[in-house]
């Protein structure tokens, strides 16, 4: 067994953790935080979502959010946003995005609560968002929902997963991240999810998004490694969950993947001890604690110094 020497991270919280908060949050205090994650060296960051703002109304400063990178834009950082069709698109398009993710589900409950659509009619929907993509040079990212379980309908079968995966990639979908939107998953259950994925998308395609429900989001990470996998979405201080998934809790922390990351000597490129300064930054704003462990620890830490 031989673990991948470095990992890419996609920060997701921008995108992932605020679509959950009750409250907006104001446009500045997300740039300030995306601020502070590009000075932590995070290289990917998913910024926006051009989902229908009476959906997701937390999403509904998009398009100022992007614009505003797109007017700082630092080298080397990708900004991505959500796209569920060709009206989400247009809009990515017109503010500036230079890469989309479109989102799809394993499970048809999931689809239709998330996006008002049955699997099938979802990838009619993504097909012409990709093609636009591609012909304006960007990059589409594919987003798989439910992968080993779904809210409304209980387990869900790999081969299901595979389906939608090799679809995604077949429309051009130039990496599929698989989502345990309910962080029901463990290493068993995400491996068997995995194996049957990489049989027909390549394992350097795959990203894991996994939630931390239940506590296993790192576990899974790990078993994920084994098996040759080298991209994880996460999301700073563990903010999000999915407004469409009742219970499911935020991404899995990127203090504890960094953290867990760093122990294997795997490289990442990002400074955990800064990214640790971004969550406490969010938190502050939101009025509470970090979900990370890791965080927690470092920021106790931290305040031990301060006193003695
Ligand atoms: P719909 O109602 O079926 O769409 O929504 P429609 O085409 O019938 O249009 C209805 C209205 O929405 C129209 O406006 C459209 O213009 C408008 P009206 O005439 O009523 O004023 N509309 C839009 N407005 C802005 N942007 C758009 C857009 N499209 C239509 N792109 C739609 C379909 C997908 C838009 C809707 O269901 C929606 O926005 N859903 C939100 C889904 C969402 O954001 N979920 C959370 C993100 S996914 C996630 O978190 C999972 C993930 O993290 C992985 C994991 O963890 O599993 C990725
Ligand atoms: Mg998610």
């Not at 995306?34 to 926006?48: F, Q």
């Not at 569920?84 to 990515?92: I, L, Q, R, S, V």
């Not at 230079?98 to 409950?109: Q, R």
Request: with cysteine.
């Amino acid at each position: 067994m031989t673990l991948p020497r470095s990992v890419k991270i996609v920060e997701v919280s921008l995108r992932d953790g605020l679509q959950n908060e009750k409250q907006s949050v104001p446009t500045a205090v997300k740039l300030a935080l995306i601020a502070r994650l590009a000075d932590a060296g995070v290289s990917v960051i998913e910024a926006a979502s051009f989902v229908s703002p009476k959906w997701v109304p937390q999403m509904g400063d998009s398009a100022e959010v992007m614009r505003a990178l797109r007017k700082a834009q630092r080298p080397g950082l990708t900004y991505t946003a959500l796209a569920p069709n060709m009206k989400g698109f247009e809009a990515a398009l017109a503010a500036g995005c230079t890469e989309v993710a479109v989102f799809g589900a394993a499970s048809e409950a999931f689809s239709q609560k998330n996006i008002n659509c049955s699997i099938a009619e979802s990838l009619e929907r993504f097909r012409p968002v990709a093609e636009a993509a591609l012909k304006h040079g960007m990059r589409v990212r594919g987003y798989i929902s439910c992968v080993v379980g779904c809210p409304y309908q209980g387990a869900v079968e790999p081969a299901a997963v595979a389906q939608v995966a090799q679809a995604l990639s077949e429309m051009g979908c130039y990496e599929i991240s698989l989502g345990d939107t309910i962080g029901a998953g463990t290493p068993k259950s995400v491996r068997s999810m995995i194996e049957a994925v990489s049989r027909v998308v390549p394992m350097t395609q795959l990203a894991g998004h996994y939630h931390d429900t239940y506590g296993m989001a790192i576990a899974n990470i790990y078993a994920s490694l084994e098996l040759g996998m080298a991209i994880f979405d996460s999301s700073v201080a563990g903010l999000g969950g999915c407004p469409y998934s009742p219970g499911a809790s935020g991404n899995v922390a990127s203090e504890d993947v960094i953290y867990l990351l760093n122990g294997l000597g795997i490289a990442t490129g990002i400074d955990l001890e800064k990214l640790a300064e971004a969550g406490r930054y969010i938190c502050e704003q939101l009025h509470r604690e970090p979900a990370s462990r890791v965080a927690q620890a470092l920021l106790s830490r931290r305040s031990r110094v301060v006193c003695a």
